[in-house]
């Protein structure tokens, strides 16, 4: 089963096709215009037995300038390249770009084939074998071996092709245990069937009849049918060319540089933060915010380019940047992209996203840029770790780690409980995760808004939990009631129905203020039995501020010392603890009480006397049958 790409690479007319339909017998260039013109254009493939089990497919990428966008997208899922240089011509400029290229796309393995040998004398061979010697020094062709071959004379084909076969069967296969990609490189339809769209997967794998998802225009979409070499197949995975028949799709709404997913798990982005070398044969620096050409998979997108760390990347330096492209893309966490120049359009440099879904952030921003270095450079535990504390968000659940980090979840959930061993991170309530030090931090956060807020407002009994959220910029409510909880188990807040508010805290009130509060306290204890209104209570004190008034109001409601007995009616706490005592008095000797008794044991109207035994009744002390109030059980003894 084929799980092997091998692709071409070389300057414009150097035998690229020749030479794979002189070793495989089938012509790679399938468009008409490219027979007549004798120059590929776009991207042709080629399949090729390496034993009775397996083959190969062969990726033939366009040498010419005017379609480097084309060779980048091929290049992207090579495992393997066959890299092209002509005996008569030497290297040439797009021979050198082709290498740069592969090197930024990390491409490890690779063969050199020489073409043409035919059209020239053994010395000028020398000559060229030795000027490409040079080239590949300190590059992953630098140990390659080098093939010289003539497409016409076959001369050298048939020990090429058992140099491929070797070196195809020392290559591992891709592992199919992440999530299913493969970006799209082909799109077109059959009579009968619809819409056809072929790519290399590049991850993960997937069954005919799934789901999928079309990125970034995050189209659903199911697979009617799956094909890889033309022969229809149940399952494909990780390293293989396929072709997937969708269903409900046309064919003008996909371009390639799309690519299929699950559905729900890459998302469409247009920041992204990464970091990027420069060639050192780069003809000039890279300003901020220049206008670039950024490829990534099989699509080519324009992006401004934000320096993090400088005011600009020199030739042969790397350095952190934010690219912001024009278009949404979908990306991975450690994926690879090149950037070319706008104009003249030439390779520049490349390298890895960092962060997939960042946030616009500023200029030599130093924390941001100590972050990206540590998920650099991480391993997979310390990454997960990483990103969870650093989260911008203060929580994480396990499928937004998987879609940040790009790490399977089986693998994620591992760590994951490990961390948890280690009391590295706390699972909330929402199975969202919070680091430990973020926890602490926010602990320590609402603590110190909560002295800010009651510094400034004294008169206020409770904060708000809405308000602390917005202050604390947490969004989560499960996390924010875990924070509550653990300083409540500390003793270091108080929770309440209204809010929260630091334990032990007393009213902060000027002597002006203290003096205006004990005199409405006063009013209210004077109203004896007898409920009384906010309205009452401003009639009364018509010539103090209103605002004021309302305040100290509000201030003894939520500390206590006033009760709403009936909606928007009150009594002083110590009068209504009163007159529950003689309430359960009078029942434990009476067994029973009815509104009209409690009116003359109070002396206070009927009206105040049935609001005060409804109240009773809410509170649980007693129970109602027939007009009756009776103590509960657990008041009865």
Same mark, same amino acid.
């Given at each position: 089963?084929?799980?092997?790409?091998?692709?071409?690479?070389?300057?414009? $007319?150097?035998? @690229?096709?020749?030479?794979?339909?002189?070793?495989?017998?089938?012509?790679?260039?399938?468009?008409?215009?490219?027979?007549?013109?004798?120059?590929?254009?776009?991207?042709?493939?080629?399949?090729?037995?390496?034993?009775?089990?397996?083959?190969?497919?062969?990726?033939?990428?366009?040498?010419?300038?005017?379609?480097?966008?084309?060779?980048?997208?091929?290049?992207?899922? =090579?495992?393997?390249?066959?890299?092209?240089?002509?005996?008569?011509?030497?290297?040439?400029?797009?021979?050198?770009?082709?290498?740069?290229?592969?090197?930024?796309?990390?491409?490890?393995?690779?063969? =050199?084939?020489?073409?043409?040998?035919?059209?020239?004398?053994?010395?000028?061979?020398?000559?060229?074998?030795?000027?490409? +010697?040079?080239? *590949?020094?300190?590059?992953?062709?630098?140990?390659?071996?080098?093939?010289?071959?003539?497409?016409?004379?076959?001369?050298?084909?048939?020990?090429?092709?058992?140099?491929? +076969?070797?070196?195809?069967?020392?290559?591992?296969?891709?592992? $199919?245990?992440?999530?299913?990609?493969?970006?799209?490189?082909?799109?077109?339809?059959?009579?009968?069937?619809? *819409?056809?769209?072929?790519?290399? =997967?590049?991850?993960?794998?997937? @069954?005919?009849?799934?789901?999928?998802?079309?990125?970034?225009?995050? #189209?659903?979409? %199911?697979? !009617?049918?799956?094909?890889?070499?033309?022969?229809?197949?149940?399952?494909?995975?990780?390293?293989? %060319?396929?072709?997937?028949?969708?269903?409900?799709?046309?064919?003008?709404?996909?371009?390639?540089?799309?690519?299929?997913?699950?559905?729900?798990?890459?998302?469409?982005?247009?920041?992204?933060?990464?970091?990027?070398?420069?060639?050192?044969?780069?003809?000039?620096?890279?300003?901020?915010?220049?206008?670039?050409?950024?490829?990534?998979?099989?699509?080519?997108?324009?992006?401004?380019?934000?320096?993090?760390?400088?005011?600009?990347?020199?030739?042969?330096?790397?350095?952190?940047?934010?690219?912001?492209?024009?278009?949404?893309?979908?990306?991975?966490?450690?994926?690879?992209?090149?950037?070319?120049?706008?104009?003249?359009?030439?390779?520049?440099?490349?390298? %890895?996203?960092?962060?997939?879904?960042?946030?616009?952030?500023? %200029?030599?921003?130093?924390?941001?840029?100590?972050?990206?270095?540590?998920?650099?450079?991480?391993?997979?535990?310390?990454?997960?770790?990483?990103?969870?504390?650093?989260?911008?968000?203060?929580?994480?659940?396990? !499928?937004?780690?998987?879609?940040?980090?790009?790490?399977?979840?089986?693998?994620?959930?591992?760590?994951?409980?490990?961390?948890?061993?280690?009391?590295?991170?706390?699972?909330? $309530?929402?199975?969202?995760?919070?680091?430990?030090?973020?926890?602490?931090?926010?602990?320590?956060?609402?603590? $110190?808004?909560? +002295?800010?807020?009651?510094?400034?407002?004294?008169?206020?009994?409770?904060?708000?939990?809405?308000?602390?959220?917005?202050?604390?910029?947490?969004?989560?409510?499960?996390?924010?009631?875990?924070?509550?909880?653990?300083?409540?188990?500390?003793?270091?807040?108080?929770? !309440?129905?209204?809010?929260?508010?630091?334990?032990?805290?007393?009213?902060?009130?000027?002597?002006?203020?203290?003096?205006? #509060?004990?005199?409405?306290?006063?009013? *209210?204890?004077?109203?004896?039995?007898?409920?009384?209104?906010?309205?009452?209570?401003?009639?009364?004190?018509?010539?103090?501020?209103?605002?004021?008034?309302?305040?100290?109001?509000?201030?003894?409601?939520?500390?206590?010392?006033?009760?709403?007995?009936?909606?928007?009616?009150?009594?002083?706490?110590?009068?209504?603890?009163?007159?529950? +005592?003689?309430?359960?008095?009078?029942?434990?000797?009476?067994?029973?009480?009815?509104?009209?008794?409690?009116?003359?044991?109070?002396?206070?109207?009927?009206?105040?006397?049935?609001?005060?035994?409804?109240?009773?009744?809410? #509170?649980? =002390?007693?129970?109602?049958?027939?007009?009756?109030?009776?103590?509960?059980?657990?008041?009865?003894?």
């Amino acid at each position: 089963m084929q799980r092997i790409i091998i692709g071409t690479a070389g300057h414009v $007319d150097h035998g @690229k096709s020749t030479l794979v339909k002189a070793f495989t017998g089938i012509d790679p260039d399938r468009l008409p215009e490219e027979k007549q013109r004798e120059m590929t254009t776009d991207l042709g493939f080629v399949f090729m037995p390496i034993n009775e089990t397996e083959e190969i497919a062969i990726i033939d990428v366009p040498g010419h300038e005017r379609f480097l966008r084309t060779m980048i997208a091929g290049a992207n899922s =090579i495992r393997m390249v066959l890299f092209v240089v002509s005996a008569d011509e030497g290297i040439m400029p797009q021979t050198i770009e082709h290498l740069d290229v592969l090197q930024l796309l990390g491409i490890e393995r690779g063969i =050199i084939v020489i073409t043409k040998i035919d059209k020239v004398d053994e010395e000028y061979l020398s000559l060229i074998i030795e000027e490409i +010697k040079r080239m *590949t020094k300190g590059s992953f062709l630098e140990k390659a071996k080098i093939y010289t071959v003539s497409s016409t004379t076959n001369q050298g084909i048939e020990e090429l092709s058992k140099g491929i +076969k070797i070196l195809c069967s020392q290559i591992e296969p891709l592992p $199919d245990n992440g999530i299913f990609r493969c970006p799209i490189d082909r799109i077109f339809t059959i009579k009968g069937f619809g *819409t056809v769209v072929c790519g290399t =997967i590049i991850s993960g794998r997937i @069954k005919n009849t799934e789901s999928v998802e079309i990125l970034p225009i995050q #189209k659903k979409s %199911r697979i !009617r049918n799956l094909q890889v070499h033309n022969q229809s197949v149940l399952e494909v995975f990780a390293g293989q %060319r396929a072709a997937f028949n969708l269903m409900d799709v046309s064919v003008s709404e996909i371009e390639r540089g799309y690519e299929l997913s699950i559905p729900d798990y890459l998302k469409p982005t247009q920041i992204l933060n990464a970091n990027l070398s420069l060639l050192p044969n780069t003809q000039r620096p890279l300003d901020n915010n220049e206008r670039i050409r950024l490829h990534k998979g099989t699509c080519e997108v324009m992006a401004r380019v934000t320096t993090l760390e400088k005011d600009k990347i020199e030739p042969g330096a790397r350095g952190y940047v934010q690219l912001r492209v024009e278009k949404p893309i979908v990306a991975e966490f450690n994926e690879r992209f090149i950037l070319r120049f706008y104009s003249p359009m030439r390779v520049i440099g490349g390298g %890895r996203f960092l962060e997939a879904y960042a946030q616009k952030g500023r %200029r030599f921003d130093k924390e941001r840029c100590a972050y990206l270095k540590m998920i650099e450079g991480a391993k997979e535990k310390e990454l997960i770790e990483v990103t969870i504390q650093y989260s911008s968000t203060q929580t994480i659940d396990e !499928r937004e780690l998987m879609r940040r980090v790009n790490i399977p979840i089986k693998t994620i959930n591992r760590y994951l409980l490990d961390l948890q061993k280690q009391n590295v991170l706390i699972k909330l $309530d929402d199975n969202s995760f919070v680091h430990q030090n973020s926890f602490e931090t926010l602990k320590k956060g609402c603590l $110190d808004t909560l +002295k800010s807020y009651f510094d400034k407002n004294p008169l206020k009994f409770t904060m708000g939990i809405g308000d602390l959220s917005k202050v604390l910029k947490i969004s989560n409510t499960c996390l924010l009631q875990k924070v509550l909880e653990e300083l409540s188990k500390e003793q270091k807040v108080e929770l !309440r129905r209204e809010g929260v508010r630091p334990t032990g805290l007393g009213a902060k009130l000027s002597p002006d203020a203290q003096r205006l #509060k004990e005199r409405l306290e006063q009013f *209210t204890i004077n109203k004896g039995y007898r409920k009384f209104s906010l309205k009452e209570v401003l009639n009364s004190f018509s010539e103090e501020d209103e605002k004021r008034i309302r305040e100290l109001f509000k201030y003894l409601l939520s500390s206590g010392i006033l009760c709403e007995i009936r909606e928007g009616f009150y009594l002083h706490y110590n009068i209504l603890e009163q007159a529950k +005592k003689k309430l359960i008095e009078f029942l434990k000797t009476k067994g029973s009480v009815r509104a009209v008794e409690f009116k003359v044991l109070l002396g206070i109207s009927r009206d105040d006397a049935r609001d005060l035994l409804d109240y009773f009744f809410r #509170k649980g =002390i007693t129970v109602r049958t027939e007009g009756t109030h009776r103590l509960v059980k657990k008041e009865n003894g």
